[in-house]
């Protein structure tokens, strides 16, 4: 009896977690689907689902316009840059607050996120300006550098509080045993943080990916990444929606197989230590 | 001897890169089509002037606009070419930003371009950007739906005309509205539409001491008419309409009437993306027997910032992209019905074109309609049809257009929509020094 209601709920569950899952997936799979529409199936009311004349012709036409592999390459460069310059500067960051914390420590990290709190376009001028100066505008090293500033503050927060969950005595047994700080953080800190550098790294990645203000008013052509291709393809007069679509989805295919590749990762690092 | 040959290879290599080093200009352009065109047919330019490159940088317009103000405001260089519309040109050229182009070559023929246009884009008798395509705004119906309630649309319609034909064929059981209007709020949204309706009532945004001019009558005469007549015949949910919004709705025959940009009629007569393609009239934009009528004018132009170190070179490209010659290249390559409108007079003297085009002839008459330099009954202090051309104008615009669009939702009465206008627009304009 017990058994049965049991069986009934983990079903209910069941359909429940896929409805929820559908749901919030229900807008990616439209947007491919509209991409492979011509424009005015894309536009047709009542919407079609699945049964419509399939065409590849927005592809065609986008890849006509636009270097997408220019633009993909940007992307890559830009957001995997950024992430790795950002952990580089993070992690000790990160390590001297979290095991030798002083009475200013809270201070420091409440500063650092306040710089999250500025609107991104109050300082957009004296950016440029910078950037003009030292001849950064258009350029990788520029965003890079920009993009690894906008989301130190995040990385070191993740990582401060994945490090706190890391009991202090392991790493003071280590330290009894002879370990050097290098060793100690080689090869305790380190393999027990995993987890949670794994997830900080892929959640600035697609932080850094989609990060649209700064990379569209620094960059021109060159370094222009993938949001510079989707401006191109939205449109305040006109309904081009099936060639937008066909424009988002080559944007976010390559986050999208990473995040999949690494879901476990990152679930395993986003519910690191929530539960003792 | 084997050093000697790498050496004089090396040398050759070097030679011959210093001989074609090509100069390469930055364009920064709008994704709409005829700009798309133009970038497809670039080729033909970089053929005749093999020692130009050319590097596109097509962005949609709100992005486009941000993008190049600050590059310009900063004197980045980044671009060499920058398309503006009729809105920056009068600002940026007082402000030094923007190269003359009065010498754009013989065969440019300057006297060809449309006045209308010429005038919004010439400060100081000088011309400051060089219109690539011009726009204004018309009335297009269904012309199935005006025989079917026994109507018949002039040619040019008066307000009070479209108001009565919009509420007899109206038939909300059928989702069949009389009018479909921009409602959302923005300065390039419905305050476009409604800053060139007004206009049309006899009203303006501000008198020749820059006083706002909200609390006059023909202010609340034009708000009334807009709110009465949205509320009788128009869609539901028109406060959050704007131009894509009100296209798919026409083209889904959902609207009897749709004033808006004259680039429309290209997209609602063509049968793939439009239900109505073969049922659509055109007529011009509405007025109230003042001598004004409520269309605008747009012209998304080329011109070249002053920092710009290839200044020569882009000036060559422009004097190609705008001139007659490119007009016959788009004709030749892609048929007359796609030649950029609106720019230059010979154009509509061409009956190929005239054929090709039935929205031609109204299209002109349209553009022809509104003088950016004189554009309301009452004189004003101002350039600009649907805008007004200073720099606060896209906060303060936008500012009215969101009270405007909350009567328009039924939030606020006409009356309390005006007098927040109102004190808004005097507000900012005493801050910015206009009202002393």
């Known amino acids: 009896m017990a058994r049965a209601a049991s069986a009934r709920r983990r079903i209910a569950f ?29 536009i047709a009311i009542p919407p079609q689902f699945l049964f419509f ?9 986008v890849q006509s316009r636009s270097n997408y592999l220019r633009h993909m390459t940007n992307s890559i460069v830009i957001s995997l840059g950024s992430t790795l310059l950002g952990l580089l500067i993070a992690i000790p960051a990160a390590w001297a607050m979290a ?27 004296p950016i440029y300006l910078l950037f003009r100066d030292f001849g950064l505008l258009d350029s990788r090293a520029g965003l890079t550098a920009v993009l690894t500033m906008i989301n130190l503050p995040i990385i070191v927060w993740m990582l401060y509080t994945y490090f706190r969950e890391i009991p202090a005595d392991i790493l003071e047994a280590a330290r009894m045993d002879g370990a050097s700080l290098g060793k100690e953080i080689v090869y305790v800190l380190a393999p027990m943080a995993v987890p949670g550098i794994a997830s900080t790294l892929l959640l600035n990645v697609i932080l850094a990916w989609n990060e649209a203000f700064w990379t569209l008013n620094l960059s021109t052509s060159q370094a222009a990444p993938l949001t510079a291709f989707i401006a191109a393809y939205s449109s305040p007069e006109g309904l081009f929606w099936a060639k937008l679509s066909a424009a988002s989805t080559l944007a976010i295919a390559p986050i999208l197989v990473l995040g999949w590749f690494a879901q476990r990762q990152l679930v395993r690092g986003l519910t690191f230590g929530a539960v003792k | 001897m084997k050093l000697k040959t790498w050496l004089l290879g090396a040398a050759c290599l070097f030679a011959t890169t210093g001989l074609v080093a090509a100069e390469t200009l930055t364009i920064a352009t709008v994704n709409n089509g005829d700009m798309i065109r133009m970038q497809a047919l670039s080729g033909e330019f970089t053929k005749a002037n093999p020692d130009i490159q050319l590097e596109w940088v097509i962005l949609e317009e709100n992005v486009l606009r941000q993008r190049v103000t600050t590059d310009i405001a900063t004197k980045g260089g980044q671009y060499d070419v920058m398309t503006i519309g009729t809105y920056e040109v009068p600002i940026w050229s007082k402000q030094n930003w923007l190269l003359p182009l009065d010498d754009l070559g013989a065969d440019y023929a300057a006297d060809d371009l449309l006045p209308a246009i010429r ?17 204004s705004s018309m009335t297009m119906y269904r012309k199935d739906l005006f025989e079917a309630a026994g109507l018949t649309m002039p040619d040019a319609p008066t307000w009070d005309f479209v108001a009565e034909a919009a509420r007899k064929i109206t038939d909300k059981n ?3 509205y009389g009018i479909c209007l921009r409602g959302k709020a923005g300065w390039g949204e419905n305050m476009a539409f409604l800053t060139a309706m007004a206009n049309s009532f006899g009203a303006r945004w501000f008198d020749e001491s820059w006083k706002p001019q909200f609390d006059t009558p ?50 609602v007569t063509n049968p793939k993306e439009s239900q109505v393609a073969d049922k659509v009239g055109f007529a011009l934009a509405p007025d109230k ?15 070249v910032p002053a920092g710009t170190k290839k200044e020569e070179a882009a000036k060559k490209f422009i004097a190609w992209a705008t001139s007659k010659d490119y007009l016959a290249l788009v004709a030749e390559k892609e048929g007359w019905a796609n030649v950029p409108p609106g720019t230059r007079k010979s154009l509509y003297d061409n009956p190929q074109y005239q054929q090709a085009a039935p929205f031609a002839a109204m299209t002109l008459a349209s553009i022809e309609a509104a003088d950016p330099t004189k554009p309301t009954v009452d004189p004003v202090p101002y350039v600009g049809v649907q805008f007004v051309a200073i720099p606060e104008f896209q906060g303060i615009g936008t500012a009215v257009g969101q009270q405007f669009s909350a009567a328009l939702a039924g939030q606020a009465s006409a009356d309390q929509a005006l007098s927040n206008a109102q004190q808004l627009t005097t507000r900012e304009m005493t801050r910015a020094g206009y009202i002393k």
Do not use: H
Request: neutral net charge.
């Open chain 1, 14 to 42: 069941t359909i429940i977690g896929w409805a929820v899952g559908f749901l919030v997936f229900f807008p990616i799979l439209w947007t491919v689907l509209t991409s492979f529409k011509s424009e005015g199936t894309a």
């Open chain 1, 53 to 61: 004349d399939w065409t590849a012709e927005n592809y065609a036409t």
């Open chain 1, 99 to 125: 095991f030798s914390p002083t009475r200013r420590t809270k201070d420091v990290l409440m500063w650092m996120l306040s710089t999250k709190m500025l609107p991104a376009v109050g300082v957009l001028v």
């Open chain 2, 119 to 135: 005038n919004g884009l010439t400060v100081d008798g000088k011309l400051y950007a060089a219109p690539f395509y011009g726009e």
């Open chain 2, 174 to 176: 059928k989702e069949v």
């Open chain 2, 218 to 267: 023909q202010w609340k005469e034009a708000l009334t008419f807009y709110l009465d007549l949205m509320r009788d015949a128009g869609p539901p949910g028109a406060s959050s309409n704007g131009f894509n919004e009100n296209l798919a709705l026409f083209q889904s025959g959902k609207c009897a009437m749709w004033i808006d940009a004259t680039v429309a009629a290209s997209f």
């Open chain 2, 289 to 303: 027997g003042l001598g004004k009528r409520g269309n605008w004018l747009w012209a998304w132009s080329l011109a």
